[in-house]
């Protein structure tokens, strides 16, 4: 079973950037990955996906902003993150589909976005 680390967060200024890796345990090639966030007293939210073949999709908040892509070869996955809002602090995960309906998620990262 594939596990994912989350790494790349910390503290920014507004306006600044960030990118955010995953790191699969396994061979990832075949399976969609999503980001999420959770922001305190939020619900987790999904902010971008990529599938196997590197197709992206993002949620409306951030399109434009950041950028998800995969490198099949080294099993991870990254989420770009340009001209950062403070509404974009949160703590990031990194989930497979397979992973999340179990209520499976790894200990993300912080990103912290000071205006």
């Known amino acids: 079973q594939v596990q994912l680390v989350e790494s790349g967060g910390g503290l920014v200024q507004a306006g600044g950037s960030l990118r955010l890796s995953c790191a699969a345990s396994g061979s990832i090639f075949s399976i969609y990955v999503g980001w999420y966030r959770q922001a305190p007293g939020m619900q987790r939210e999904l902010v971008a996906g990529i599938s196997s073949t590197g197709t992206t999709t993002y949620a409306d908040s951030v399109k434009g902003r950041f950028t998800s892509s995969r490198d099949n070869a080294k099993n991870t996955v990254y989420l770009q993150m340009n001209s950062l809002k403070p509404e974009d602090t949160a703590v990031y995960y990194c989930?497979?589909?397979?992973?999340?309906?179990?209520?499976?998620w790894g200990q993300g990262t912080q990103v912290t976005v000071s205006s």
């Open positions: 989930n497979t589909d397979r992973h999340r309906l179990r209520g499976m």
